[in-house]
């Protein structure tokens, strides 16, 4: 099976802008979640979406949202672009069902705020 | 509220010497304790996990304890080589949540 996959692996925006970012799960894989790394926090959890629907959030402002459609792809989109969302934007699949959590990460995609 | 503590920061060891990354968790509801291997400018790869209903599981050179009495999980890693060098991650989640809570991370060196 082909692995998880993110587009575009690199962006440089500049602040106020707003950025889409997207991840396809491995096939099969109903759950995606998106996560930020960054050097100084590490990596935090942003949400998690699973049949379309968002089923878990972490503790991120409302610029941060994202969305799942009916093949499972995923986006994400930052709006009002800061100089501290520079980061590394992982996203990871996982089958969903109950017992079955394991995730898989995305390459990431790496984004730079000027 | 959720919070996995990971140590120690930096670990390291001779080649063929052990390595122990350790982490504590706070949300009880947690049961699912993967962790994770990062090497520089590449995705997390899954090398190990254990559930609550399990106290130690291994994979040839890696070991992962579990105390839910403690919330003390550790990962164990016996004749590290060279290639084991990277950044783990330990981290914890709920029932089938695709939330993962992560540590801080551990860079470990292996000297050859």
């Known amino acids: 099976k082909a692995g998880v996959t993110q587009t575009p692996r690199y962006l440089i925006k500049t602040r106020g802008q707003q950025v889409t970012l997207s991840c396809s799960p491995i096939?099969?894989?109903?759950?995606v979640s998106w996560y930020q790394q960054t050097p100084g926090q590490g990596l935090q959890f942003l949400f998690e979406?699973?049949?379309?629907?968002?089923?878990n959030k972490g503790n991120f402002p409302g610029r941060f949202s994202g969305r799942q459609f009916s093949n499972s792809r995923s986006e994400m989109n930052v709006s009002t672009l800061e100089l501290g969302d520079s980061a590394l934007y992982l996203c990871?699949?996982?089958?969903?069902?109950?017992?079955?959590?394991?995730?898989?990460f995305g390459p990431g995609t790496r984004l730079t705020v000027l | 509220g959720e919070n996995v503590e990971q140590h120690p920061s930096t670990l390291s060891v001779q080649e063929g010497d052990s390595a122990v990354i350790k982490c504590t968790y706070s949300?009880?509801?947690?049961?699912?304790f993967p962790w994770y291997k990062q090497e520089l400018g590449k995705r997390p790869q899954l090398i190990i996990d254990?559930?609550?209903?399990?106290g130690e599981k291994k994979d040839q050179r890696i070991a992962v304890t579990l105390n839910k009495t403690a919330k003390h999980f550790s990962l164990h890693i016996t004749e590290t080589q060279p290639e084991d060098s990277a950044v783990y991650f330990c981290?914890?989640?709920?029932?089938?949540?695709?939330?993962?809570?992560f540590g801080q991370g551990t860079t470990l060196q292996v000297k050859p």
């Open positions: 949300d009880s509801a947690s049961n699912y």
């Open positions: 981290a914890a989640s709920s029932s089938n949540t695709g939330k993962l809570i």
């Open positions: 979406y699973f049949s379309e629907t968002q089923r």
């Open positions: 990871a699949s996982t089958p969903g069902r109950e017992g079955n959590n394991e995730q898989f």
């Open positions: 254990i559930r609550s209903n399990v």
């Open positions: 096939s099969g894989h109903r759950s």
